[in-house]
């Protein structure tokens, strides 16, 4: 069974940061792109950040650039956000998400390119 488990999530102040991890267990994703997505009550999930199969190419939402960097461990088939100067917009689910297209460059932005979900964490940012 193919499970995306994440990891890192809690209750910070503005300011803060944190670091986000998820595993992929029963099969390896390191052929494939990874990605973060985050939900806010009420509001339609919304990308964060994808990465490619090989690391060497990103995408990042506007209103995350230069607070939120990526990157992934394929060899423990694990994908990182470190997220830095938090803000309370920033609170939110966050899921980690996986495609199925191997080996391309492209870094998807969209739900429908991740077929595979985890579970989900809670980040909380209080003013």
């Known amino acids: 069974q193919v499970r995306l488990v994440e990891s890192g999530g809690g209750s910070v102040q503005a300011g803060d940061s944190l670091r986000l991890s998820c595993v992929a267990t029963?099969?390896?994703?390191?052929?494939?792109?990874m990605g973060w997505f985050r939900q806010a009550p009420g509001k339609v999930r919304e990308f964060v950040a994808a990465?490619?199969?090989?690391?060497?190419?990103?995408n990042y939402a506007d209103s995350v650039k230069g607070r939120i960097t990526i990157s992934r461990n394929n060899p423990r088939n694990t994908v990182s956000l470190q997220m830095n100067s938090l803000k309370p917009e920033d609170t939110a689910v966050y899921y980690c998400?996986?495609?199925?297209?191997?080996?391309?460059?492209?870094?998807?932005?969209?739900?429908?390119?991740?077929?595979?979900w985890g579970q989900g964490t809670q980040v909380t940012v209080s003013s």
């Open positions: 998400a996986a495609t199925r297209r191997p080996f391309t460059s492209v870094v998807p932005r969209t739900t429908d390119e991740y077929p595979y």
């Open positions: 029963g099969r390896t994703f390191s052929n494939e792109a």
């Open positions: 990465i490619s199969w090989s690391g060497g190419g990103t």
